[in-house]
Protein backbone atom coordinates (compact mmCIF):
# COMPACT_ATOMS: atom_id res chain seq x y z
CA UNK A 1 0.00 0.00 0.00
CA UNK A 2 1.37 3.68 -1.34
CA UNK A 3 0.31 7.13 -0.16
CA UNK A 4 3.13 9.23 -1.25
CA UNK A 5 1.52 12.10 0.24
CA UNK A 6 2.73 14.12 3.36
CA UNK A 7 1.09 12.89 6.62
CA UNK A 8 0.64 15.76 9.03
CA UNK A 9 0.25 15.77 12.43
CA UNK A 10 -2.18 17.03 14.97
CA UNK A 11 -2.28 16.91 18.69
CA UNK A 12 -5.25 18.13 20.45
CA UNK A 13 -6.36 17.21 24.03
CA UNK A 14 -9.61 15.46 22.90
CA UNK A 15 -10.01 13.81 19.25
CA UNK A 16 -13.68 12.79 19.14
CA UNK A 17 -14.99 10.46 16.40
CA UNK A 18 -18.29 10.70 14.86
CA UNK A 19 -20.65 14.13 14.66
CA UNK A 20 -24.06 12.89 15.12
CA UNK A 21 -25.90 14.27 18.87
CA UNK A 22 -23.85 12.54 20.88
CA UNK A 23 -20.53 14.00 19.30
CA UNK A 24 -21.40 17.27 18.58
CA UNK A 25 -22.31 17.61 23.02
CA UNK A 26 -19.25 15.83 23.67
CA UNK A 27 -17.04 18.09 21.63
CA UNK A 28 -19.13 21.45 22.65
CA UNK A 29 -18.73 19.98 26.60
CA UNK A 30 -15.35 19.19 26.41
CA UNK A 31 -13.69 22.27 24.76
CA UNK A 32 -16.27 24.47 26.83
CA UNK A 33 -13.78 23.38 29.53
CA UNK A 34 -10.83 24.72 27.57
CA UNK A 35 -9.66 22.10 25.46
CA UNK A 36 -8.46 21.82 22.69
CA UNK A 37 -10.93 19.28 20.74
CA UNK A 38 -10.83 17.91 16.86
CA UNK A 39 -14.08 16.40 15.42
CA UNK A 40 -13.57 13.86 12.75
CA UNK A 41 -16.84 12.94 10.69
CA UNK A 42 -17.10 11.28 7.32
CA UNK A 43 -19.85 13.27 5.71
CA UNK A 44 -19.73 17.45 5.27
CA UNK A 45 -22.09 18.11 7.84
CA UNK A 46 -22.74 16.69 11.69
CA UNK A 47 -26.23 15.33 12.22
CA UNK A 48 -25.44 11.63 12.27
CA UNK A 49 -28.76 9.47 12.18
CA UNK A 50 -30.48 12.28 13.30
CA UNK A 51 -29.61 14.17 9.62
CA UNK A 52 -27.72 11.69 7.46
CA UNK A 53 -30.08 8.83 8.05
CA UNK A 54 -33.31 11.60 8.31
CA UNK A 55 -34.58 10.01 11.44
CA UNK A 56 -35.73 13.59 11.78
CA UNK A 57 -36.92 14.04 15.04
CA UNK A 58 -35.88 14.67 18.80
CA UNK A 59 -37.20 11.97 20.77
CA UNK A 60 -36.93 11.28 24.27
CA UNK A 61 -37.58 14.53 25.56
CA UNK A 62 -41.20 14.29 27.47
CA UNK A 63 -42.91 11.97 29.75
CA UNK A 64 -45.36 8.80 28.55
CA UNK A 65 -48.94 8.64 29.60
CA UNK A 66 -51.95 6.27 29.86
CA UNK A 67 -53.65 10.09 29.73
CA UNK A 68 -54.75 10.45 26.02
CA UNK A 69 -55.72 14.12 26.70
CA UNK A 70 -51.89 14.98 28.89
CA UNK A 71 -50.20 17.89 27.58
CA UNK A 72 -46.31 17.48 26.87
CA UNK A 73 -44.14 17.23 29.94
CA UNK A 74 -41.01 17.68 29.64
CA UNK A 75 -38.16 15.64 31.69
CA UNK A 76 -34.73 15.87 29.89
CA UNK A 77 -33.06 18.98 29.56
CA UNK A 78 -29.38 19.68 29.87
CA UNK A 79 -27.49 20.03 26.25
CA UNK A 80 -30.66 18.62 24.36
CA UNK A 81 -33.12 20.81 25.51
CA UNK A 82 -30.34 23.74 25.09
CA UNK A 83 -29.84 22.27 21.18
CA UNK A 84 -33.85 22.08 20.87
CA UNK A 85 -33.91 25.71 21.75
CA UNK A 86 -31.29 26.70 19.55
CA UNK A 87 -32.74 24.64 16.83
CA UNK A 88 -36.69 26.26 17.28
CA UNK A 89 -34.77 29.84 17.60
CA UNK A 90 -33.54 29.16 13.64
CA UNK A 91 -37.16 28.17 12.45
CA UNK A 92 -36.00 24.54 12.17
CA UNK A 93 -38.18 23.03 14.97
CA UNK A 94 -41.85 21.95 14.86
CA UNK A 95 -43.87 21.74 18.20
CA UNK A 96 -44.17 18.49 20.33
CA UNK A 97 -46.40 16.43 18.12
CA UNK A 98 -47.59 12.98 19.67
CA UNK A 99 -46.46 10.31 19.11
CA UNK A 100 -48.28 7.02 21.13
CA UNK A 101 -49.08 7.91 24.81
CA UNK A 102 -45.78 10.40 24.19
CA UNK A 103 -44.54 13.14 22.61
CA UNK A 104 -41.83 14.17 20.05
CA UNK A 105 -40.56 16.99 18.27
CA UNK A 106 -40.09 16.98 14.17
CA UNK A 107 -37.10 19.00 12.76
CA UNK A 108 -35.08 20.67 9.77
CA UNK A 109 -32.14 18.54 9.19
CA UNK A 110 -30.87 21.82 7.37
CA UNK A 111 -30.91 23.82 10.42
CA UNK A 112 -29.33 20.73 12.64
CA UNK A 113 -26.29 21.22 10.66
CA UNK A 114 -26.31 24.89 10.52
CA UNK A 115 -27.02 24.53 14.79
CA UNK A 116 -24.32 22.27 15.11
CA UNK A 117 -21.81 24.02 12.61
CA UNK A 118 -22.20 27.26 15.05
CA UNK A 119 -22.63 25.46 18.53
CA UNK A 120 -19.21 23.89 17.33
CA UNK A 121 -17.38 27.00 16.68
CA UNK A 122 -18.34 28.81 18.96
CA UNK A 123 -16.97 26.24 21.47
CA UNK A 124 -13.56 26.86 19.21
CA UNK A 125 -13.74 22.65 18.30
CA UNK A 126 -11.40 21.99 15.39
CA UNK A 127 -13.95 20.26 12.94
CA UNK A 128 -12.54 18.04 9.99
CA UNK A 129 -15.66 16.58 7.60
CA UNK A 130 -15.06 14.24 4.80
CA UNK A 131 -12.53 12.46 6.73
CA UNK A 132 -12.65 8.39 8.01
CA UNK A 133 -10.57 6.95 11.21
CA UNK A 134 -8.56 4.27 9.39
CA UNK A 135 -6.99 2.65 12.68
CA UNK A 136 -5.97 3.67 16.02
CA UNK A 137 -2.85 4.49 17.75
CA UNK A 138 -2.07 2.15 20.91
CA UNK A 139 0.53 1.29 23.77
CA UNK A 140 -0.66 -1.75 25.26
CA UNK A 141 -4.38 -1.03 25.64
CA UNK A 142 -4.21 2.71 25.50
CA UNK A 143 -5.59 4.54 22.69
CA UNK A 144 -3.34 7.96 22.13
CA UNK A 145 -5.34 8.88 19.37
CA UNK A 146 -6.39 8.14 15.71
CA UNK A 147 -5.51 7.54 11.89
CA UNK A 148 -7.46 9.91 9.81
CA UNK A 149 -7.87 9.69 5.86
CA UNK A 150 -8.83 13.03 4.47
CA UNK A 151 -8.74 14.22 0.95
CA UNK A 152 -5.64 15.78 2.04
CA UNK A 153 -3.54 13.19 2.86
CA UNK A 154 -3.13 10.94 6.03
CA UNK A 155 -3.55 12.85 9.56
CA UNK A 156 -1.96 11.40 12.95
CA UNK A 157 -4.23 12.55 15.51
CA UNK A 158 -2.96 12.54 18.87
CA UNK A 159 -4.73 13.44 21.81
CA UNK A 160 -4.80 11.54 25.62
CA UNK A 161 -8.41 10.91 25.00
CA UNK A 162 -10.29 9.44 22.29
CA UNK A 163 -14.35 9.71 22.41
CA UNK A 164 -15.89 7.27 20.41
CA UNK A 165 -19.56 8.76 18.90
CA UNK A 166 -19.07 6.71 15.55
CA UNK A 167 -22.24 5.28 16.61
CA UNK A 168 -20.85 1.70 15.75
CA UNK A 169 -18.26 1.55 18.28
CA UNK A 170 -15.43 1.83 15.31
CA UNK A 171 -12.44 2.59 17.55
CA UNK A 172 -13.00 0.00 20.01
CA UNK A 173 -13.08 -2.05 17.21
CA UNK A 174 -10.35 -1.05 15.74
CA UNK A 175 -8.60 -1.07 19.01
CA UNK A 176 -9.31 -4.90 19.24
CA UNK A 177 -11.48 -4.17 22.70
CA UNK A 178 -14.56 -5.90 23.87
CA UNK A 179 -17.36 -5.06 21.99
CA UNK A 180 -20.54 -7.16 20.62
CA UNK A 181 -23.31 -7.63 18.28
CA UNK A 182 -27.20 -7.32 19.32
CA UNK A 183 -28.87 -10.30 20.30
CA UNK A 184 -26.09 -12.90 19.60
CA UNK A 185 -25.06 -11.08 16.74
CA UNK A 186 -29.11 -10.11 15.36
CA UNK A 187 -29.45 -6.83 14.59
CA UNK A 188 -32.73 -4.71 14.15
CA UNK A 189 -33.42 -4.00 10.51
CA UNK A 190 -32.21 -0.15 9.17
CA UNK A 191 -34.92 1.89 7.87
CA UNK A 192 -34.96 4.16 4.62
CA UNK A 193 -36.77 7.43 5.89
CA UNK A 194 -37.79 9.64 3.16
CA UNK A 195 -39.88 13.44 2.94
CA UNK A 196 -42.76 13.57 0.88
CA UNK A 197 -43.72 16.52 -0.39
CA UNK A 198 -46.81 18.18 -2.33
CA UNK A 199 -49.01 16.70 0.86
CA UNK A 200 -51.98 18.39 1.89
CA UNK A 201 -51.64 18.43 5.18
CA UNK A 202 -54.98 19.92 6.50
CA UNK A 203 -56.95 17.09 4.70
CA UNK A 204 -54.37 14.50 5.47
CA UNK A 205 -54.63 15.35 9.21
CA UNK A 206 -58.27 15.73 9.45
CA UNK A 207 -58.67 11.98 8.25
CA UNK A 208 -56.00 10.40 10.42
CA UNK A 209 -55.50 12.64 13.58
CA UNK A 210 -52.51 14.21 15.12
CA UNK A 211 -51.07 11.09 16.44
CA UNK A 212 -47.89 10.74 13.94
CA UNK A 213 -47.91 6.51 14.82
CA UNK A 214 -51.21 6.05 12.20
CA UNK A 215 -54.31 4.43 12.89
CA UNK A 216 -55.83 1.21 12.45
CA UNK A 217 -57.54 2.55 9.25
CA UNK A 218 -53.84 3.13 7.29
CA UNK A 219 -52.55 -0.33 8.75
CA UNK A 220 -55.48 -2.35 6.84
CA UNK A 221 -55.02 -0.65 3.93
CA UNK A 222 -51.18 -1.57 3.86
CA UNK A 223 -52.10 -4.96 4.58
CA UNK A 224 -54.57 -5.26 1.94
CA UNK A 225 -52.78 -3.45 -0.70
CA UNK A 226 -49.82 -6.29 0.33
CA UNK A 227 -51.91 -9.07 0.21
CA UNK A 228 -53.35 -8.28 -3.28
CA UNK A 229 -49.69 -8.26 -4.46
CA UNK A 230 -50.06 -4.65 -6.40
CA UNK A 231 -47.40 -2.94 -3.90
CA UNK A 232 -44.44 -4.48 -1.96
CA UNK A 233 -45.04 -2.77 1.47
CA UNK A 234 -43.04 -5.03 4.40
CA UNK A 235 -44.24 -2.79 7.01
CA UNK A 236 -47.87 -2.15 8.27
CA UNK A 237 -47.62 -0.06 11.52
CA UNK A 238 -46.15 3.39 10.22
CA UNK A 239 -44.85 6.77 11.36
CA UNK A 240 -46.13 10.20 9.10
CA UNK A 241 -45.37 13.40 10.79
CA UNK A 242 -45.94 16.37 9.75
CA UNK A 243 -42.50 19.13 9.41
CA UNK A 244 -41.62 22.91 9.65
CA UNK A 245 -42.19 22.83 6.06
CA UNK A 246 -45.38 23.82 4.77
CA UNK A 247 -47.06 20.38 2.53
CA UNK A 248 -44.31 17.97 4.02
CA UNK A 249 -44.51 14.76 5.31
CA UNK A 250 -41.45 12.81 7.44
CA UNK A 251 -42.46 9.10 6.60
CA UNK A 252 -40.79 6.06 8.63
CA UNK A 253 -42.17 3.26 7.37
CA UNK A 254 -40.43 0.86 5.73
CA UNK A 255 -38.57 -2.24 6.76
CA UNK A 256 -35.35 -3.25 5.06
CA UNK A 257 -34.09 -6.62 5.37
CA UNK A 258 -32.20 -9.28 3.03
CA UNK A 259 -33.65 -11.00 -0.22
CA UNK A 260 -33.25 -14.11 2.28
CA UNK A 261 -35.30 -12.57 4.80
CA UNK A 262 -32.27 -11.90 7.52
CA UNK A 263 -32.13 -8.40 9.40
CA UNK A 264 -29.02 -6.92 7.65
CA UNK A 265 -26.19 -6.13 9.73
CA UNK A 266 -25.20 -2.64 8.43
CA UNK A 267 -21.36 -3.26 9.85
CA UNK A 268 -21.16 -5.69 6.67
CA UNK A 269 -20.48 -4.14 3.06
CA UNK A 270 -22.99 -6.37 1.33
CA UNK A 271 -25.53 -5.97 3.22
CA UNK A 272 -25.10 -2.45 4.05
CA UNK A 273 -25.52 -2.11 0.43
CA UNK A 274 -28.32 -4.05 -0.31
CA UNK A 275 -29.79 -1.95 2.49
CA UNK A 276 -29.46 1.38 0.55
CA UNK A 277 -30.71 0.08 -2.89
CA UNK A 278 -33.92 -1.92 -1.66
CA UNK A 279 -34.35 0.82 1.05
CA UNK A 280 -35.05 3.29 -1.87
CA UNK A 281 -37.15 0.46 -3.74
CA UNK A 282 -39.28 0.77 -0.60
CA UNK A 283 -39.74 4.31 -0.82
CA UNK A 284 -41.18 4.17 -4.39
CA UNK A 285 -43.52 1.31 -3.34
CA UNK A 286 -45.12 3.80 -0.21
CA UNK A 287 -45.10 7.06 -1.98
CA UNK A 288 -47.23 4.87 -4.71
CA UNK A 289 -49.41 3.92 -2.32
CA UNK A 290 -49.69 7.11 -0.47
CA UNK A 291 -50.56 8.89 -3.70
CA UNK A 292 -53.23 6.07 -4.40
CA UNK A 293 -55.27 5.68 -0.71
CA UNK A 294 -53.89 8.03 1.80
CA UNK A 295 -56.08 11.69 2.26
CA UNK A 296 -54.00 14.41 0.91
CA UNK A 297 -51.89 12.81 -0.50
CA UNK A 298 -52.84 12.56 -4.11
CA UNK A 299 -50.37 14.69 -5.63
CA UNK A 300 -47.33 13.98 -3.46
CA UNK A 301 -43.82 12.99 -4.50
CA UNK A 302 -40.85 12.27 -2.69
CA UNK A 303 -38.81 14.89 -2.17
CA UNK A 304 -35.51 13.23 -0.65
CA UNK A 305 -34.40 10.26 1.27
CA UNK A 306 -31.79 10.19 4.17
CA UNK A 307 -28.13 10.05 2.89
CA UNK A 308 -27.75 6.55 4.34
CA UNK A 309 -30.55 4.28 5.66
CA UNK A 310 -31.21 5.09 9.34
CA UNK A 311 -29.10 2.46 11.09
CA UNK A 312 -30.96 1.30 15.13
CA UNK A 313 -28.07 -0.84 16.30
CA UNK A 314 -24.40 -2.58 15.11
CA UNK A 315 -21.33 -2.65 17.34
CA UNK A 316 -21.49 -2.21 21.12
CA UNK A 317 -18.70 -1.70 23.80
CA UNK A 318 -18.35 -4.05 26.63
CA UNK A 319 -18.76 -1.73 29.58
CA UNK A 320 -18.05 -1.77 33.19
CA UNK A 321 -21.82 -1.28 33.72
CA UNK A 322 -24.50 -2.64 31.44
CA UNK A 323 -27.86 -1.44 30.92
CA UNK A 324 -30.05 -4.27 31.39
CA UNK A 325 -33.70 -4.72 29.86
CA UNK A 326 -35.09 -5.36 33.19
CA UNK A 327 -33.93 -1.34 34.15
CA UNK A 328 -35.56 0.54 31.54
CA UNK A 329 -39.02 -1.65 32.32
CA UNK A 330 -39.01 -0.55 35.89
CA UNK A 331 -37.38 3.05 35.52
CA UNK A 332 -34.27 2.12 37.61
CA UNK A 333 -32.59 5.17 39.16
CA UNK A 334 -28.74 4.96 39.65
CA UNK A 335 -26.35 7.03 41.86
CA UNK A 336 -24.11 7.46 39.02
CA UNK A 337 -26.78 8.25 36.19
CA UNK A 338 -25.41 10.68 33.83
CA UNK A 339 -28.36 10.55 31.71
CA UNK A 340 -32.15 9.84 32.13
CA UNK A 341 -34.89 8.77 29.44
CA UNK A 342 -38.67 8.41 29.60
CA UNK A 343 -38.23 6.76 25.70
CA UNK A 344 -40.28 3.58 25.46
CA UNK A 345 -38.56 -0.02 24.18
CA UNK A 346 -39.37 0.27 20.57
CA UNK A 347 -38.70 -3.10 18.34
CA UNK A 348 -38.62 -2.61 15.07
CA UNK A 349 -38.74 -6.43 13.83
CA UNK A 350 -41.43 -8.36 12.00
CA UNK A 351 -44.18 -6.51 9.78
CA UNK A 352 -45.43 -4.77 13.39
CA UNK A 353 -43.26 -2.57 15.61
CA UNK A 354 -43.06 -3.88 19.25
CA UNK A 355 -43.44 -1.01 21.80
CA UNK A 356 -43.36 -1.02 25.79
CA UNK A 357 -43.92 2.25 27.31
CA UNK A 358 -42.58 3.54 30.74
CA UNK A 359 -45.63 5.28 32.17
CA UNK A 360 -45.24 8.54 33.85
CA UNK A 361 -41.38 7.65 35.08
CA UNK A 362 -38.21 7.94 33.89
CA UNK A 363 -34.83 5.38 34.10
CA UNK A 364 -31.48 6.64 34.06
CA UNK A 365 -28.07 5.20 32.21
CA UNK A 366 -24.94 5.06 34.55
CA UNK A 367 -21.62 6.50 33.39
CA UNK A 368 -19.85 2.94 33.47
CA UNK A 369 -21.98 2.33 30.22
CA UNK A 370 -19.87 4.46 28.35
CA UNK A 371 -16.38 3.29 29.45
CA UNK A 372 -14.70 0.03 28.10
CA UNK A 373 -14.47 -2.89 30.51
CA UNK A 374 -10.93 -2.85 28.86
CA UNK A 375 -8.40 -0.19 27.31
CA UNK A 376 -7.52 2.96 28.76
CA UNK A 377 -7.90 6.89 27.44
CA UNK A 378 -11.09 5.90 25.55
CA UNK A 379 -14.75 6.59 26.25
CA UNK A 380 -17.73 5.98 24.24
CA UNK A 381 -20.76 8.04 23.51
CA UNK A 382 -23.87 7.40 22.10
CA UNK A 383 -25.75 4.40 20.90
CA UNK A 384 -22.81 2.14 21.23
CA UNK A 385 -23.05 1.95 24.71
CA UNK A 386 -23.31 -0.79 26.86
CA UNK A 387 -26.76 -2.25 27.23
CA UNK A 388 -28.54 -5.42 26.44
CA UNK A 389 -30.67 -5.53 23.39
CA UNK A 390 -34.16 -4.37 24.30
CA UNK A 391 -32.65 -1.40 26.45
CA UNK A 392 -30.86 -0.12 23.45
CA UNK A 393 -33.89 0.05 21.72
CA UNK A 394 -35.31 2.45 24.12
CA UNK A 395 -31.45 4.51 24.82
CA UNK A 396 -30.32 4.90 21.65
CA UNK A 397 -32.60 8.06 20.63
CA UNK A 398 -31.66 11.33 20.05
CA UNK A 399 -32.41 13.49 23.38
CA UNK A 400 -30.45 10.64 25.15
CA UNK A 401 -27.48 10.60 22.94
CA UNK A 402 -27.55 14.31 23.84
CA UNK A 403 -27.02 13.73 27.35
CA UNK A 404 -24.43 11.17 26.91
CA UNK A 405 -22.09 13.24 24.91
CA UNK A 406 -22.64 15.86 27.51
CA UNK A 407 -21.24 14.02 30.33
CA UNK A 408 -18.63 11.81 28.26
CA UNK A 409 -17.20 15.42 26.91
CA UNK A 410 -17.31 16.66 31.30
CA UNK A 411 -15.31 12.88 31.66
CA UNK A 412 -12.74 13.46 28.75
CA UNK A 413 -12.41 17.27 30.60
CA UNK A 414 -11.56 16.08 33.99
CA UNK A 415 -9.49 13.13 32.64
CA UNK A 416 -7.28 15.69 30.59
CA UNK A 417 -6.93 18.32 33.19
CA UNK A 418 -6.59 16.05 36.27
CA UNK A 419 -4.36 12.87 34.33
CA UNK A 420 -6.85 10.02 35.64
CA UNK A 421 -8.17 7.83 33.75
CA UNK A 422 -12.02 7.80 32.35
CA UNK A 423 -12.51 4.97 34.42
CA UNK A 424 -11.89 6.06 37.66
CA UNK A 425 -13.94 9.08 37.14
CA UNK A 426 -16.68 8.81 39.43
CA UNK A 427 -20.33 9.11 37.39
CA UNK A 428 -21.91 10.85 40.55
CA UNK A 429 -19.12 14.02 40.46
CA UNK A 430 -20.43 14.30 36.39
CA UNK A 431 -23.78 14.19 37.60
CA UNK A 432 -22.82 17.36 39.75
CA UNK A 433 -21.46 19.16 37.00
CA UNK A 434 -24.26 18.06 34.73
CA UNK A 435 -27.18 19.86 36.95
CA UNK A 436 -24.87 22.53 37.24
CA UNK A 437 -25.50 22.48 33.29
CA UNK A 438 -29.05 22.43 34.15
CA UNK A 439 -29.60 18.96 33.53
CA UNK A 440 -32.15 18.26 35.77
CA UNK A 441 -31.23 15.21 36.99
CA UNK A 442 -32.25 15.41 40.37
Known amino acids: MIDRRPRERLDVDVAVLGGGAAGVAAAVAAAGQGLRVALIERYGFCGG ?64 RETAD ?37 LDLRAPVTIDASGDADVV ?33 ARYGTDTIMPAEVTAL ?30 NCTRVIGADGRELNPLLRDDFTEAEIEGRLQVREYARFFRDHLAGCEEAFVEDTGVQVGVRQTRQIE ?36 VEWLIEDVY ?9 VQGEGLIAAGRCLSAEHEAVASARVTAQCFGYGHAVGHAAAIAVRDRVAPRAIDGADLRLLLNRDGARLD
Open 49 to 112: GAVAGHSGTICGLYEASDDAGAPPRQVVFGFAASFADRLQAMGGLAPPVRYGKTYTRVHDPLVW
Open 173 to 205: AMAGLPDFIGDNGRVQNPTMIFRLMGVDTARFL
Open 222 to 251: IQEAGAGNNYRLPRAKIWLFTTTRPGELLC
Open 319 to 354: GVAKLTNADVVAGTKFRDGIARSPWPIELHAGAKPK
Open 364 to 372: EVPYGCFVP
Open 118 to 154: ALLAEAGVKVIFHAVATGVHLDGDRVDGLEVWTKQGP
